[in-house]
């Protein structure tokens, strides 16, 4: 049977339901993808990529769930069905947390070597499986095989850096009085739970998975249910390093999962990240029953592009950052402000973005792959006619854009957009391909333009002068800046620092703030009288104990 047309899967959805739509069979994969479906469905207990169902985590098994309603997970290259998630039933979610909650008692209590080297044997299945995991993601979620290996990457550098836990948990202890000890210890919190978006599959679930477990914490992790087979892999290969059942559990869906995990009395914080819309409501039924909430958030993240730079590597930065990932990265830069004489280098950045290969993640010499779902598609392409509408120029339109093989894939080309601030292709987060161009005549109007938006997640400058970049860095009111780095995520020997509407929550994710986030202090003062020693001469006496 030949691939089914893109057309009849154009439904206005979020998710799709699996008796919804009808999907073209396995052999619309190419060889290499289908190969490595195979691969995925034969070797991991908890997910597939060749169509049959994705399971739950709870209390160290792999289990199908009795949900009634699933969601496909499809190849967005070519919209073949890899595996359907189960809307996990409101039993089997309370099976979960009544086995995160059991295994607490005995994780809570583990010695902090025990923890320590479960994250160290962790790291070491995450780099002997990390094929696996990048395949997995450029199935499901689209990226090439380099960007998907970078995803885990990222993750991989949080696992490591929980690997100096015990150092991280040192409390403190001081004699506050004659023969009186005041000491704290960091304790865990109890179940948490982590929501991932689809964007980074690997990456997200270990920003939450090294740091609540290496703290003491059990935890259930609710994948994005568009691309859960790196987070179901990721947990297999926790049991492989030795965790004990009931510590994860992933459970799935949408909704009403995550309004689960919200309401439980028994979870006592909750870890996101994700779009505006599901992080507000997270945040505020979250904290409505008393949870501890992280939140990040959507983005608009500027790079400013002095006249001064090095042409060469403020271009070739701004097309990585904008279009890597089909430009579906929290951090990705979506505007470019040209300042100045800078302004003139806009055909450059045209001319280099043309010669971006937009194809399938495992085909050679792909620089980005498809966008999520049709849906995304349709709202990136109609984001770029608002630009249209609104008097913008699309000088770069990478709509209706065909790559030979995949006739159904979700594809947009590099697409740059000359806007103005007031226009809906600057102000929404587009989450696609797109860069919006912005010009200013100086840094100042620069500044005003960014400390104007809302978001404060990311932000960037190109100059060569230090005096230009101490200035930008001490007014810009944004977390993260890059000084000549085009997308600076902090290593997490750092903490994750958006802000403004970027981030909901006091305390951020990883880092410091991660060992923060995952435990709370205790304090205890005692008194031990030295002069009530009974000295060391064995006493014969009847003890009395008066
Ligand atoms: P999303 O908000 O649609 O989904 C994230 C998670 O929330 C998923 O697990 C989903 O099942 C759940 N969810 C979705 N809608 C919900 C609702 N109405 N109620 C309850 N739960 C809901 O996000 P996405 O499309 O998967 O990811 C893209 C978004 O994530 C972008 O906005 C991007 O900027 C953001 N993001 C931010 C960061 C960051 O660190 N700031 C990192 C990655 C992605």
Redesign the pocket.
Known sequence: MPPRAVSRLRVPY?RCYASAVSRPPLSALSSTARTQAENISAEWKGTSATGENTKNLIGGEFVESKASEWIDVVDPATQTLLTRVPETTSEEFEQAVDAASQAFKKWSRSSVLTRQRFVMELQHQLRQNGDAIASSIVLEQGKTFADAQGDLLRGLQVVETACGIPAALLGNSIEVSKDMDTSTRRLPLGVCAS??????PAM?PLWSIPMAIATGNTLIV?????DPGAAMIIAELCQRAGLPAGVLNVVH???PT??GICDHPSIKAIS????????Q??YERGRKTGKRVQA????KNHAVIMPDANKNHALNSLIGAAFGAAG????AISVAVLVGNAQQWLPDLVERAKKLKVNQGFEKGADFGPV?SPASKQRITGLIASAEEQGGKVILDGRGLEVPGYPDGNWVGPTIIEATTDMRCYRE?I?GPVLVVIPADTLDDALAIINSNKYG?GTAIFTQSGATARKFEVEVEVGQIGINVPIPVPLPMFS?S?NKA??LGDIP?YGRSGIDFYTQNKTTTALWKAEDAIGNKASVDMPTHH
């Open positions: 979020t929501i991932a978006p689809f964007n980074f997200i609710k994948p994005s249910e568009r869906g949408t909704v995550v309004n996101f990240v994700g779009g505006d819309r599901a992080g409501h997270i990040n958030l959507g983005a579906q990265r929290c951090m999520i987060e989450f997640n994750w958006g970027s981030f994710f």
